[in-house]
């Protein structure tokens, strides 16, 4: 439900995962529900600047904030903050499940090392099997054929990095001695920019990476230029099946 | 119940004349201290600023000499961004909204002579004096200061080969760890002052929020701290004598450590926010001559958010590693605690109903602190969001965030106090017109550095990257970051007109009376500048501190001390 609603993000970086529209729906759910409180709060923050500017002979009132009918005026606004956080938590909580909890199967998986200061990303080949000697090793390039459900398996081999996909709104910091999976599914063709968002030295502004996004037909090129082989089809039964609501 | 013995802490000093030396350096009074406190966290804050000044500077324009500091290296960004933030949050906002208000106001305000333990407060200064001094050698060891960001993370905080700043590290950790002990030591004074100390007559209802305020956030600090001075020492260890506890080839685990900073970390901010809540709640008062609209309310907003701020501290960590189903636990802790801040936001600007508003200085910047601070409250709701922040965190946006709480905070709360206690503090009166101009020249250029960098993190801009133009995607948004430079210039030329207002003023100001602002608390009973032990005879108190504009009195104020 989320993804239907209207983008804030969108225009700035494109949305190129299942989930990314989740979680710009979810952006501007809360943009709105924090907005109307915030917009009301301001508004009647500088009327009441406005309103109770002192004036010659006008003297304060004595207000305490002690009885019921007055502070029904911070109580019923603080119950209706309430209802929006829950609203706000539901949607969040669903959004994080979706993306960091539940873990679909995998049609294809790519191993994604941070060192400093460099990715390395390890494809399958043209055997599409991970962890076989026909793997494609790139530094700081990764490829992907779009539609296509990936796990990633996520290493460092020195400090904390962060391994940052801006088009997929995907962030998973990578630890050393850890192996941490999670998944995606790009949407849509194209080239743009991977961040390292974790500080890791020196050479931490310069970890930098580009991703991919291919066709079936340009990935299937793309291997075959690497290994002079032609990679057999990803099985069509192991394609991401609609995803449920 | 408050019964109360003078307090007896400068006997040892006596009431005869001192030296120079012993009255302003070795002093056990509590305004001097404060003082100390005060200017010291001052010095840093300039030194914190200069170094955004320098790398806002090379975020606009990569690569040039900055004028006063010279080209800047990538090591030299990430120690200047470090560092920045180190200072701003440990040794300005610290020093200066719970130390300096806290050690100059209680006394004062409670109606005694000095704090419970003055020597404790002397040597809680000393400390922190010499965690500043270990801190400013580290930015001159070989490798320079420390660079992997205020967090410290291991194994780049631990580990001298992946930091390439192995004696930076050392330094500021230990630099960290000394300003941590100062600090217990200066709240275990406040608490206690507070609660023996007050004067004859003062219930606990009785006593100005501020002070409430202050004392709550030393016990969350007391209560919060433990746990990062141990990892503090374990760090230490891990850098210089071979232990592994974050070390994960060695079967250590870097998280541990983000466990433990952030168990700190996220009390830490209601620790720097609630005195300017309590500063900011002397001053609308005044300047509406208003009661406070639900003082018992606050007060218990206040315990509810203290005890919550000790649960949220792993919505630092969402994407971090930590176990998925942990972030549901966060998530909804996370959006709990802004019911108590929004409860308080919304009760201050209640106070403002029915009021006689007087836009000065002061009052400006109190009421500049509740404009800008809702901004930081309703952005962090983004954050606290697990499911956002797959998105957000270490982007610009959470920069923007937290800088539209900690500048509110700590900046715009010092202003706000300073403006409203100088008379007392100094005896002289600020110029307000001159006020009044740094007022607008910091406000509005703040919103032009801040707003740009919440669309920069929209954007998907990380934090701590020192040349955006190397990414393709990010390279086209250059003038936002040109512009936000450009706003962080003028904000810091206009502090000039704060420095010369704040210096002439102290020459050449307009005398202070006892009370310019015809204000309840007690302090404003005392001489201004009170001497060294306060009162010739201590206050007794017969009322709250917020009687104002009570009905058929001849006086919109009625002082805590006159008899009825």
């Known amino acids: 439900m989320l993804e239907r609603l209207p983008s804030m993000i969108d225009g700035l970086v494109p949305a190129a995962s299942t989930y990314a529209r989740d979680i710009d729906g979810l952006f501007t759910l809360i943009f709105v529900s924090v907005g109307i409180w915030f917009v009301a709060s301001q508004v009647i923050f500088f009327w009441l600047i406005f309103r109770f500017r002192k004036r010659e002979g006008v003297p304060a009132q004595y207000i305490a904030g002690e009885q ?78 779009v539609d296509t459900l990936y796990h990633y398996k996520l290493e460092s081999k020195d400090v904390l ?50 991703i991919h996004i291919e066709t079936p037909a340009q990935h299937a090129a793309w291997i075959q230029q690497q290994t002079g082989q032609s990679p057999t089809p990803i099985v069509a039964a192991a394609r991401p099946q609609a995803r449920e609501e | 119940m408050a019964e109360t013995v003078p307090s007896h802490g400068h006997e040892e000093a006596g009431h005869h004349e001192e030296g120079w030396v012993r009255k302003y350096l070795f002093s056990t009074d509590h305004k001097i201290i404060a003082m100390q406190y005060m200017f010291t966290g001052l010095f840093m804050g300039l030194i914190g600023g200069f170094f955004a000044y320098v790398f806002r500077m090379q975020l606009a324009f990569p690569g040039i000499e900055v004028p006063l500091f010279g080209v800047v290296s990538p090591n030299e960004y990430n120690a200047l961004i470090t560092n920045h933030g180190a200072i701003m949050i440990f040794w300005v906002a610290m020093p200066v909204l719970l130390a300096a208000f806290g ?42 200061g420390f660079a992997g960001a205020w967090t410290m993370y291991p194994p780049l905080s631990s580990i001298g080969a992946y930091s390439l700043t192995p004696l930076g590290s050392t330094l500021f950790v230990l630099a960290v760890a000394l300003e941590f002990v ?61 232990t592994a506890f974050f070390d994960p080839q060695r079967g250590g685990d870097p998280v541990l450590w983000q466990h433990l900073f952030w168990f700190f970390g996220h009390p830490e901010v209601y620790v720097v926010l609630l005195p300017t809540l309590g500063i900011v709640a002397e001053i609308i008062t005044v300047f509406a001559r208003k009661k406070l609209f639900a003082y018992r309310t606050i007060l218990y907003t206040v315990f509810a958010t203290g005890v919550l701020s000790f649960t949220v501290w792993a919505h630092h960590q969402f994407v971090a590693g930590i176990d998925p189903r942990m972030a549901h636990v966060f998530t909804v802790t996370t959006l709990l605690i802004s019911i108590p801040i929004a409860e308080m936001m919304f009760v201050y600007i209640a106070t403002l109903y029915g009021g006689s508003i007087t836009l000065n200085t002061p009052m400006l910047w109190a009421l500049a602190f509740i404009a800008e601070f809702l901004i930081g409250g309703v952005t962090g709701i983004f954050l606290g969001a697990s499911g956002e922040d797959i998105y957000m965190h270490d982007t610009y946006f959470v920069l923007a965030h937290f800088h539209y709480t900690f500048f509110p905070i700590t900046i715009i709360g ?48 990380h934090r701590r990257i020192y040349d955006f133009t190397n990414y393709p995607d990010l390279a086209a948004y250059q003038p936002v970051r040109v512009l936000a430079t450009s706003a962080l210039l003028v904000m810091l030329g206009f502090q000039v007109v704060f420095l010369y207002n704040f210096i002439a003023s102290l020459i050449r100001g307009e005398k202070a009376p006892k009370n310019p602002w015809q204000a309840n608390t007690l302090e404003w009973t005392a001489d201004s500048p009170p001497p060294h032990g306060n009162w010739k005879e201590l206050p007794t108190v017969y009322r709250g501190p917020y009687e104002y504009s009570v009905p058929g009195r001849k006086s919109d104020y009625w002082p805590q001390n006159e008899p009825a």
């Open chain 1, 161 to 210: 990095h962060s391994f940052s996909v801006p088009v997929f709104r995907l962030k998973q910091d990578a630890i050393p001695g850890r192996v941490i999976t999670g998944w995606f599914t790009p949407t849509r063709t194209g080239e743009w920019d991977i961040q390292c968002a974790e500080i890791c030295g020196i050479g931490h502004g310069l970890m930098g990476a580009r």
């Open chain 2, 103 to 144: 050690n100059y106001l209680i006394p004062l305000m409670l109606g005694c002579d000095d704090m419970v333990f003055p020597r404790l407060n002397r040597l809680s200064y000393q400390v922190f004096l010499l965690s500043v001094v270990v801190l400013l050698i580290s930015f001159f060891v070989p490798g320079g």
């Open chain 2, 182 to 242: 100062a600090f217990l030591m200066g709240g275990i004074n406040f608490v206690t002052t507070a609660m023996n100390s007050r004067a004859p007559g003062m219930k606990m209802y009785d006593i100005p929020i501020v002070v409430w305020m202050i004392v709550i956030a030393s016990i969350l600090f007391m209560a919060s701290v433990g746990p990062l001075i141990a990892g503090a020492i374990m760090l230490l260890f891990d850098q210089n004598l071979g």
């Open chain 1, 68 to 145: 019921k009918s007055e502070k029904k005026w911070i109580t019923y606004p603080h119950l209706a903050v309430l209802v929006f956080d829950v609203v706000i938590v539901v949607a969040a909580v669903r959004v994080w499940y979706d993306v960091k909890q539940a873990l679909p199967e995998p049609q294809q998986t790519v191993r994604v090392i941070g060192q400093q200061w460099a990715w390395t990303f390890v494809h399958p080949g043209p055997d599409r099997i991970l962890d076989t000697p026909d793997d494609i090793a790139k530094v700081n390039e990764l490829h992907l054929e």
């Open chain 2, 414 to 461: 010092f202003y706000a106090g300073i403006s409203y206690w100088f008379p007392k503090m100094f005896g002289r009166m600020m110029n307000d017109r001159l006020g009044k101009i740094h007022f607008w020249g910091t406000i509005i250029p703040f919103n032009l550095i801040f707003i740009p960098l919440f669309v920069l993190g929209l954007a998907g801009q």
